[in-house]
């Protein structure tokens, strides 16, 4: 009878290398955003991005009557 090996039946880790972030980017992310979540980094970055090309609009603050 061979010994139970602990472990045995438990998946392997997913690979923690970063799909979508290259180097450079997770040092600076790293170096300009200490502590912040790379996603909404990321998220922010793609926005004004975007506003900037003019391929998304900038929201309008409603004033006025109500």
């Known amino acids: 009878m061979t010994a139970a090996k602990p472990g045995a039946n438990i ?4 690979s923690t290398r ?9 040092r600076l992310l790293r170096d300009c ?3 912040m ?3 909404a980094v990321v998220e922010e970055a ?3 991005h ?7 609009t900038v929201p309008r603050k409603r004033g006025g009557r109500p």
């Not at 998946?11 to 997913?14: E, F, L, Q, T, W």
């Open 46 to 48: 793609v926005r004004q």
């Open 50 to 56: 975007a506003i900037r090309e003019g391929r998304l």
């Open 33 to 35: 955003f200490p502590g």
């Open 18 to 26: 970063r799909r979508y972030i290259t180097p450079t980017t997770e």
């Open 11 to 14: 998946p392997a880790k997913p």
């Open 37 to 39: 979540v790379p996603a």
